[in-house]
T-cell receptor, first 115, second 118 residues
């Protein structure tokens, strides 16, 4: 396993279209996180999963956003009816929940541009 | 709510010299973790160094060390013998202790862009 992978790396979409991103975490990791990073800012938390259960969602995650992690493996983040304000880098991270394990490993991100 | 502040949007340092990046944070928790992450251009974020708040000793990782001042809520990163490969965005981050009911949700600062001058 070479780390967290995200697909696609770049996505350009027209306003109003739906987009879906995929994240494959490190295989034994039970926690998976989605963050959003806009230009000049640090990543902001969106949501996270413990195995297949979505345990927390940020207020940043409007009703147009939905995330899933079927079977506790890969995760998808879907944005419906995209808006220009959704343009950002979407980062996925995974970690192994356990005593002393606090390091999150990040993917390279999916850069979304809404035109 | 926890906040993390990085007041230096950009820093530069001569190759082989030492540079210190600043970070302050605000929390009402007593147990937490602090991190410095490095984000090179077009590459994924990687962990540079981690500090547990209950440890008084400052963390070190090779050329990277921190100055953790818990009472002042300050967490600076010192990079010694700077190398060209150190050029990146550096983010300070925080999360509360897992066993205090927290999770590994990270709160990040806005970052400091570090340039290495050959």
């Amino acid at each position: 396993d070479t780390g967290v992978s995200q697909d696609p790396r770049h996505k350009i979409t027209k306003r109003g279209q739906n987009v879906t991103f995929r994240c494959d975490p490190i295989s034994e990791h039970n926690r998976l996180y989605w963050y959003r990073q806009t230009l000049g800012q640090g990543p902001e938390f969106l949501t996270y999963f413990q195995n297949e259960a979505q345990l927390e969602k940020s207020r940043l995650l409007s009703d147009r956003f939905s995330a899933e992690r079927p079977k506790g493996s890969f995760s998808t983040l879907e944005i419906q009816r995209t808006e220009q304000g959704d343009s950002a880098m979407y980062l996925c991270a995974s970690s192994l929940r356990g005593e002393g394990n606090t390091e999150a490993f990040f993917g390279q991100g999916t850069r979304l541009t809404v035109v | 709510a926890q906040t993390v502040t990085q007041s230096q949007p950009e820093m530069s340092v001569q190759e082989a010299e030492t540079v210190t990046l600043s970070c302050t944070y605000d929390t009402s928790e007593s147990d937490y973790y602090l991190f410095w992450y490095k984000q090179p251009p077009s590459r994924q974020m990687i962990l540079v160094i981690r500090q547990e708040a209950y440890k008084q000793q400052n963390a070190t990782e090779n050329r990277f060390s921190v100055n953790f001042q818990k009472a002042a809520k300050s967490f600076s990163l010192k990079i010694s013998d700077s190398q060209l490969g150190d050029a990146a965005m550096y983010f300070c981050a925080y999360h509360p202790d897992l066993y205090a009911g927290g999770n590994e949700k990270l709160t990040f600062g806005t970052g400091t862009r570090l340039t290495i001058i050959p």
